[in-house]
């Protein structure tokens, strides 16, 4: 059983910074794609970022190029999010997923197997 546990989420003022984590109980170097999703109240979850085939690749929703960034350690089989410029929109839980199969470019929901139980991020204006 694969499990995901993220961490680093948190309260910030707009403009502020945070870092998430995703530990993984698996080789993260078996995974096709690593991403980060995120659920704001009465809304879907939106893919974020995703990295690709051990970090050949990275993708991300609009609203946070450049903003964000998303990056692996193998060695310690954790994926995280830094999170710069933070917005009131970027209120929301966040949850990592792996999957072992995925479209390069997208970062889909329904592609993902395996989540994590999410880590609240909070902006405040």
């Known amino acids: 059983q694969v499990q995901l546990q993220e961490s680093g989420g948190g309260s910030v003022q707009a403009g502020g910074s945070l870092r998430l984590s995703c530990a993984s109980s698996?080789?993260?170097?078996?995974?096709?794609?690593m991403s980060w999703f995120r659920q704001a109240p009465g809304n879907a979850r939106e893919g974020v970022a995703s990295?690709?085939?051990?970090?050949?690749?990275?993708s991300y929703v609009d609203s946070v190029r450049g903003r964000f960034t998303i990056s692996q350690d193998s060695a310690e089989n954790t994926v995280y999010l830094q999170m710069n410029s933070l917005r009131p929109e970027d209120t929301a839980m966040y949850y990592c997923?792996?999957?072992?199969?995925?479209?390069?470019?997208?970062?889909?929901?329904?592609?993902?197997?395996?989540w994590g139980q999410g880590t609240q991020v909070t902006v405040s204006s």
């Open positions: 698996i080789s993260i170097l078996s995974a096709a794609c």
């Open positions: 990295i690709y085939r051990r970090g050949t690749a990275t």
């Open positions: 997923a792996i999957t072992t199969a995925c479209t390069p470019g997208l970062i889909l929901p329904d592609e993902y197997k395996y």
